[in-house]
């Protein structure tokens, strides 16, 4: 449910990406972090962002990939979630390299 407190609340969105099996981490890496950084040029939503392959810590149970993105309002982010720059980074640079339920996110208040 989202109030008009709600909407004016700023908004952290976190996702997480697991690839499937047989891709070439570094590429995807490349391909991932290249889309991800051309964002905030063309969405300027996007208060903040930060992004990156995981550390490999612990690889057998961590996912792959991580951004986080912050919002000034839900307003904002429904912006950035729509918007066809975003759109188009998820469909050429993240979805081909995805295993099935390799996507994972959360949005929160800050």
Known sequence: HISARTMATPVRHVVMFKYKDGVNKD???ASITAGLASLPAQIPEIANS???????LDPERNHDYVGVFDFKSSDDYL????HPAHIKV???SIK???APGGRVAVQYSL
């Open 96 to 98: 081909p390299y995805l």
């Open 90 to 92: 998820i469909v050429d």
């Open 50 to 56: 930060q992004f990156g392959p995981d550390f490999g």
């Open 79 to 82: 912006v950035y979630a729509k």
């Open 27 to 29: 590429e995807v890496h």
